[in-house]
């Protein structure tokens, strides 16, 4: 990849002339006032092709959260090489290829039904909603590997308090984004886009349910699901939603896409599990990326101590 280190190129070096333009009108809109609050966060701009100047941020002022692993990271080339976004392709490499020109300027967020204040929000409404922390989770894929990475937002619920949803609020259902012509590829993938998850209020209030924005001291690669995902750390990856646009509150359980497409093999809660297998594979085993021997998955992912009680009592063989 083709990054000289941040520190040492200016803005107008690294920027085209048209991004360059856009990014000052940006600021200018935001008023001053605005700037300042985000650039408490340091707003470097990355040499990364096919990254827009708003996705390109480095942040500098996260903080560190209670919730980390002290496991060791996986790499930013693993993380960015090895991804799951069908809309970009079905191959473990098609989404750092095909995602590159991946347009995510002017990103919207609309956030609407049983709530009590219904909004759309911006990238940067969405950047000052709470501090940035800096949350190192592992991340398993129901295909049995499984990723560390530091992951950069804050806790979901931090953005439900300012909808204030209603008391039939039983279900957060998630969308992302479809756009056919900038996803092309998609057309081949075998599920139905735009892709859908959904989360229990409870699970979605969990504090380690992380309204990401980045990683590994950036904003979050197009092939991660910029400019804004979920990372659910206990469940399978497959809930982790990419590329936000959509939170919706309502009563009914939601569809979600992998249930959809193959409701024998994935449920609605798709709580990492060893004790209950895939139909076609085993869960109790995982491979970490970069380690040649499997190691025990953990119930929860690990995450036991903190979300188990959100299931007592559930038959999990059920409600898998
Ligand atoms: N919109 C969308 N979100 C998605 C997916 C997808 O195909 N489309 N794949 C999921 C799966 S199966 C996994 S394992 C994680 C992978 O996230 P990563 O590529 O950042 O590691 O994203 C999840 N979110
Ligand atoms: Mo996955």
């Known amino acids: 990849?083709?990054?000289?280190?941040?520190?040492?190129?200016?803005?107008?070096?690294?920027?085209?002339?048209?991004?360059?333009?856009?990014?000052?009108?940006?600021?200018?809109?935001?008023?001053?006032?605005?700037?300042?609050?985000?650039?408490?966060?340091?707003?470097i701009e990355l040499a990364v092709p096919g990254r827009s100047a708003l996705a390109a941020t480095k942040f500098?002022?996260?903080?560190?959260?209670?919730?980390?692993?002290?496991?060791?990271?996986?790499?930013?080339?693993?993380v960015t090489h090895y991804n799951n976004f069908y809309e970009f392709g079905t191959d473990k490499s098609d989404p750092a290829k095909n995602?590159?020109?991946?347009?995510?300027?002017?990103?919207?967020v609309s956030v609407e039904g049983d709530v009590a204040k219904p909004r759309k929000f911006t990238?940067?409404?969405?950047?000052?909603?709470?501090?940035?922390?800096?949350?190192?989770?592992?991340h398993r894929c129901v295909e049995a590997w499984s990723i560390v990475v530091p992951w950069i937002g804050f806790s979901f619920g931090n953005l439900v308090k300012l909808v204030e949803p209603a008391p039939k609020a039983q279900f957060v259902a998630f969308q992302s984004y479809y756009d056919p012509r900038q996803m092309p590829k998609g057309r081949w993938a075998g599920i139905e886009f735009p892709y859908?998850?959904?989360l229990r209020m409870d699970e979605a209030m969990n504090p380690l349910t992380l309204l990401c924005l980045g990683m590994y001291g950036e904003s979050l690669p197009n092939q991660d699901g910029a400019p804004v995902r979920l990372v659910i750390p206990w469940k399978y990856g497959f809930k982790s939603i990419k590329s936000l646009v959509k939170i919706k509150f309502q009563s009914k359980m939601p569809p979600t896409t992998w249930n959809l497409a193959a409701p024998n093999e994935?449920?609605?809660?798709?709580?990492?599990?060893?004790?209950?297998?895939?139909?076609?594979?085993?869960?109790?085993?995982?491979?970490?990326?970069?380690?040649?021997?499997?190691?025990?998955?953990?119930?929860?992912?690990?995450?036991?101590d903190q979300v188990a009680g959100m299931y007592s009592g559930m038959d999990l063989k059920k409600y898998y």
């Open 60 to 78: 500098s002022d996260l903080v560190k959260s209670p919730f980390s692993t002290s496991e060791k990271q996986n790499s930013f080339q693993d």
């Open 1 to 43: 990849m083709l990054i000289r280190k941040a520190a040492d190129l200016t803005y107008a070096e690294v920027t085209p002339k048209a991004v360059y333009l856009n990014r000052r009108k940006f600021l200018q809109a935001m008023g001053v006032a605005g700037a300042a609050a985000v650039a408490g966060r340091r707003l």
């Open 196 to 198: 859908v998850e959904g």
């Open 99 to 108: 995602a590159q020109k991946f347009d995510t300027s002017n990103w919207v």
């Open 123 to 138: 990238m940067d409404e969405i950047l000052k909603i709470a501090p940035l922390e800096e949350r190192i989770y592992r």
């Open 266 to 304: 994935y449920g609605f809660y798709s709580n990492v599990n060893p004790n209950v297998d895939h139909p076609r594979w085993s869960q109790a085993k995982e491979r970490r990326l970069g380690e040649i021997f499997k190691r025990n998955t953990l119930m929860f992912n690990g995450y036991g």
